[in-house]
């Protein structure tokens, strides 16, 4: 598939129809939220939402890259499903449904994937997994992250109660003894941070996945990313200053830019990074 002008002989090669495609199919995911936020909230609230989130935008940005450098070198494959499943996604862009277009660009991208090779198969499957990313924070945090946001609250409680004997918990609440008080929710969990980040890993390494290198720099990656987060529900849960600053557009953009500084570094450690 090619895009051609009238009475020019340039075309725009399949690679790239199907990154713009693409890129499209995930603009076409986040609008229901943008337009619903934009007319509860007005514009400024977009960015305090969170939706999308500072990795899922390095996600993007990486796995378009890849996707592009991929199609100029000839690697993404079209001359099996991939043609017909274009037409199909692009129709299917055309309803308003978030989670048909987060099932369009994981079966889209995944389909890309399977027929594209290097650069162009790397960038595929980020974009399909930026399609799964959005269903686990629809549907599965939801359902299944109670045990992860448990321990956080035991390990939040556990660390502000060196400095804060009186610090309460029940369940998700931690409660400080002047009144003040939080609950974490899926949102504010590292349940919502991990998946965009080890996308982001995966998309800026080229190392193989299972070399000991590489489960390395994730697992250390992983304790940052932890860190980060419980520092962040420490800050949230001790005074309302902390939350009106952490929850805030300057805190929560901070925490997302130190969460891509340590994908950076964690990225770096594997010694063979795209």
Not at 58 to 72: E, F, I, P, Q
Not at 181 to 197: H, K, N, Y
Not at 201 to 211: T, Y
């Amino acid at each position: 598939m090619s895009i051609s002008t009238a009475g020019q002989a340039a075309t725009l090669p399949w690679g790239h129809v199907s990154t713009l495609l693409l890129f499209g199919g995930w603009l076409n995911m986040q609008a229901g939220s943008v337009i619903l936020t934009w007319r509860a909230d007005g514009p400024v609230a977009l960015l305090e939402s969170g939706s999308p989130g500072p990795l899922e935008v390095l996600a993007l940005w990486l796995a378009l890259g890849a996707l592009w450098r991929g199609s100029a070198a000839g690697e993404a494959g079209g001359g099996g499903l991939a043609g017909p499943a274009a037409w199909v996604f692009a129709a299917g862009m055309l309803l308003p449904s978030t989670l048909l277009a987060a099932l369009l660009l994981m079966g889209f991208g995944g389909i890309l994937a399977w027929e594209s090779r290097g650069a162009a198969r790397r960038g595929a499957l980020g974009m399909a997994g930026l399609g799964a990313n959005l269903l686990w924070l629809r549907h599965g945090q939801p359902a299944f992250g109670g045990p992860l946001i448990d321990a956080e609250a035991w390990a939040t409680h556990a660390l502000l109660s060196l400095a804060e004997p009186g610090l309460m918990r029940l369940g998700h609440q931690l409660r400080m003894p002047g009144g003040h008080g939080i609950v974490i929710l899926p949102g504010c969990s590292l349940g919502q941070t991990l998946p965009p980040a080890i996308l982001c890993f995966v998309l800026m390494h080229q190392a193989a996945p299972l070399a000991r290198r590489t489960l390395t720099a994730l697992a250390g990656l992983l304790l940052l990313l932890a860190g980060l987060n419980l520092l962040r529900l420490g800050v949230l849960a001790w005074s309302p200053a902390g939350y009106a600053w952490g929850h805030g557009l300057v805190g929560a953009n901070l925490f997302g830019l130190a969460a891509a500084m340590a994908i950076q570094l964690a990225a770096d450690g594997t010694g063979d990074h795209a």
